[in-house]
C-alpha cells in the first residue's frame, strides 16, 4: 500500500479518541520531524567543524533540543504517545462531499486525543534552549535554573489541564500560564538589563543585538503556546490536525529558528 500508512498501522495500539490526527496531520508531523532532524545534524555538524571541544557547548544544546524533539514528531506522527480525554466541551465535526479532511463519519466527538509526548519535549527542550540563551548573555548558573524552574511548572500544569476533563482544567492553565509570563519578563526585562549592564564586558552592541534576536525568537512563539492550548486541548475548538499545524509552526520558529539566529549572532560576537 502506497502513502502513509501510520494511522492504520497503529490504530490497534493503546486506545484511541473520536477525534484524532488523520493522514494529513500524520504528514505534517512527519514533515516537521524531518525538520527536526535536519536541523539537528546541521548544528551538531556545525560545531563539530566550527568549534573546538571546549565552545560546542551551544551548538550541542541546540542539537539536543532538535533531535529530542525529532523523536517527539516522529512519535506523534505515528499516532502514538497519546491518551484519548473526554472533551469538556464537545464540539461538531461534519464530512462533506469536498472536504475529507475530518474522519468519514464523525458528527460529534466525545474524547479528543492528548499527545503527552509533547510535554515530554517540552520539560526536557524548552529549558536547554534557555540555557543556551542566558549563557550567551553570561547570565550566572543560579540565576538560570531559578528561571528554569518555573519553566517546569509551565509545562506540568500545561499537561495536567489536558488531562482533565472538567472546567478545573482551566486552573492548571491559570497556574502554568503565569508561569510562563514570569520566565518572559525575566528573558524581556532582568535578563536584558544584564547584557545591558555588562556589555562593555561580554562584547558590547553584537552581544546585545544578538540576545534580542534570539530572544524573540523564543518569546514571540511561547507567548502564543497558551493560545495553542487554549484553541485545542483546553478548548476543543480545532481539530488536532489543525493542532499539529499550530504547534509546528511554533516549535520550528522556537527551536530551528532560534538556534539558527542565534549562532549567527554568536559569529559575531566570538566565544561567549
Known amino acids: 500500500m502506497a502513502g502513509n500508512q501510520a494511522i492504520s498501522t497503529n490504530s490497534g495500539v493503546f486506545r484511541h479518541a473520536n477525534l484524532e490526527i488523520t493522514s494529513h496531520g500524520s504528514d505534517w508531523l512527519f514533515a516537521v520531524c524531518a525538520i527536526m532532524g535536519a536541523s539537528s545534524l546541521i548544528f551538531l555538524i556545525q560545531g563539530l567543524v566550527t568549534q573546538p571541544l571546549n565552545k560546542r557547548y551551544i551548538h550541542y544544546l541546540l542539537a539536543g533540543a532538535t533531535f529530542i524533539s525529532c523523536i517527539s514528531y516522529f512519535t506523534m506522527a505515528s ?3 497519546q491518551v484519548p480525554i473526554i472533551a469538556e466541551w464537545r464540539r461538531g465535526w461534519f464530512n462533506t462531499n469536498n472536504n475529507n479532511f475530518f474522519p468519514a463519519g464523525t458528527t460529534v466527538t466525545g474524547t479528543r486525543e492528548i499527545f503527552y509526548v509533547r510535554y515530554i ?13 542566558f549563557l550567551t548573555a553570561r547570565l550566572a548558573l543560579p540565576a538560570i535554573l531559578c528561571t528554569i524552574l518555573p519553566l517546569w511548572v509551565f509545562v506540568i500544569c500545561f499537561l495536567a489541564g489536558s488531562l482533565i476533563q472538567t472546567r478545573y482544567k482551566w486552573g492548571f492553565f491559570t497556574f502554568g500560564t503565569s508561569a510562563l509570563l514570569f520566565v518572559l519578563w525575566q528573558i524581556l526585562w532582568d535578563v536584558r538589563r544584564h547584557v545591558l549592564a555588562t556589555m562593555n564586558i561580554i562584547g558590547g552592541g553584537p552581544v546585545y543585538k544578538t540576545y534580542l534576536s534570539a530572544a524573540a525568537m523564543l518569546v514571540i512563539p511561547w507567548l502564543l503556546y497558551p493560545v495553542a492550548w487554549g484553541l485545542s486541548e483546553g478548548g476543543n475548538v480545532i481539530h488536532p490536525d489543525s493542532e499539529a499545524i499550530f504547534y509546528g509552526i511554533l516549535d520550528i520558529i522556537s527551536k530551528v529558528g532560534f538556534g539558527a539566529v542565534l549562532l549567527y549572532g554568536r559569529r559575531k560576537i566570538g566565544p561567549v
Open 79 to 81: 499516532n502514538l504517545g
Open 121 to 133: 519535549d517540552w520539560f526536557v527542550t524548552t529549558p536547554l534552549l534557555l540555557l543556551a540563551l
